[in-house]
């Protein structure tokens, strides 16, 4: 069992930026992909973006390409989202996730374990 608790959402303004982390606590491998999903009002759910525990798979939405970063802290433990340049069409409920080990490519694995949220509000 893998848990998450996700935190740094906020309001910004339009162009603004938000550092948002995703600390897990129970089993973590190598294998397993963790990264960040978004949902807005009355829309699906997207992947943003993920990557692996173990290093050289990185995916973004093209939406977020050259704006946002994912990276990870040492113990590869926790997970962060470094977002700049945002928009109003960034606004949604953002959620960490993370799959289980040997998931496979992590731009289209399953990835049953997820945070509460944590709501981003970018104004125009």
């Known amino acids: 069992q893998v848990q998450l608790v996700e935190s740094g959402g906020g309001s910004v303004q339009a162009g603004g930026s938000l550092r948002l982390s995703c600390a897990a606590s129970?089993?973590?491998?190598?294998?397993?992909?963790m990264g960040w999903f978004r949902q807005a009002p009355g829309k699906g759910r997207e992947r943003v973006a993920v990557?692996?525990?173990?290093?050289?798979?990185?995916y973004y939405t093209d939406s977020v390409k050259g704006r946002f970063t994912i990276s990870l802290d040492g113990a590869k433990t926790a997970v962060y989202l470094q977002m700049n340049s945002l928009k109003p069409e960034d606004t949604a409920m953002y959620y960490c996730?993370?799959?289980?080990?040997?998931?496979?490519?992590?731009?289209?694995?399953?990835?049953?374990?997820w945070g509460q949220g944590t709501q981003v509000t970018v104004s125009s």
């Open positions: 990557m692996l525990l173990g290093g050289g798979s990185t």
């Open positions: 129970g089993y973590t491998s190598r294998s397993m992909c």
């Open positions: 996730a993370a799959t289980r080990p040997g998931a496979g490519v992590c731009s289209s694995g399953a990835y049953p374990y």
